[in-house]
T-cell receptor
Framework: KAGVTQTPRYLIKTRGQQVTLSCSPI?????VSWYQQTPGQGLQFLFE?????QRNKGNFPGRFSGRQFSNSRSEMNVSTLELGDSALYLC?????WGLGTGELFFGEGSRLTVL | AQTVTQSQPEMSVQEAETVTLSCTYD???????LFWYKQPPSRQMILVIR??????QNATENRFSVNFQKAAKSFSLKISDSQLGDAAMYFC??????????????FGKGITLSVRP
């Protein structure tokens, strides 16, 4: 069974640009969540999607957005990039939404560098 | 809001020895879930072990076990017979139960574990 796939793995952008990251969950998983990982702030929750609806959102500015498609694949977009957006963006999928014992399966992440 | 604290940024252990990684958390909820995740260098994060707060028995997974002290809000991870492959960053995480709006994981800052051969 294929794991969580994130693309691209690495990318470099300049300030002011926008970026779109993609996540394909494990087959059969309908919940996808996104996390930002930085050395200073650690892992911070961005948002979670289930059945194409955003169910939960972290404390990030509106420049960060996402969506989920009918096949459960998800994308996140960051507009007007800032230097501080440089981070590893992790996607995680699970079978169910909102059930505490549901294990999250993480992808390898997309490493974004903003120059 | 829940918080998770991992106060030790780095630890080192000799191969075949035992090491304990500490984690404390703060919550007003009586029921919740706790996790330890492992993130090897440049590799994906994987679940090591989970603990349901309503269970008094400490979780165990092969060489990994936890010491869950609910009253003290402490959740430490013990790794026995450490192996070189255990070298990684370890994150402690908290999750509210069955409340969709709060289904996110709250992570600690992580601890980097190195294993000496």
């Amino acid at each position: 069974k294929a794991g969580v796939t994130q693309t691209p793995r690495y990318l470099i952008k300049t300030r002011g640009q926008q970026v779109t990251l993609s996540c394909s969950p494990i087959s059969g998983h309908r919940s996808v969540s996104w996390y930002q990982q930085t050395p200073g702030q650690g892992l911070q929750f961005l948002f979670e999607y289930f059945s194409e609806t955003q169910r939960n959102k972290g404390n990030f500015p509106g420049r960060f957005s996402g969506r989920q498609f009918s096949n459960s694949r998800s994308e996140m977009n960051v507009s007007t990039l800032e230097l501080g957006d440089s981070a590893l963006y992790l996607c995680a999928s699970s079978t169910l939404w909102g059930l505490g014992t549901g294990e999250l399966f993480f992808g390898e992440g997309s490493r974004l560098t903003v120059l | 809001a829940q918080t998770v604290t991992q106060s030790q940024p780095e630890m080192s252990v000799q191969e075949a020895e035992t090491v304990t990684l500490s984690c404390t958390y703060d919550t007003s909820e009586s029921d919740y879930y706790l996790f330890w995740y492992k993130q090897p260098p440049s590799r994906q994060m994987i679940l090591v072990i989970r603990q349901e707060a309503y269970k008094q028995q400490n979780a165990t997974e092969n060489r990994f076990s936890v010491n869950f002290q609910k009253a003290a809000k402490s959740f430490s991870l013990k790794i026995s017979d450490s192996q070189l492959g255990d070298a990684a960053m370890y994150f402690c995480a908290y999750r509210s139960p069955n409340t969709g709006a709060n289904s996110k994981l709250t992570f600690g800052k992580g601890i980097t574990l190195s294993v000496r051969p």
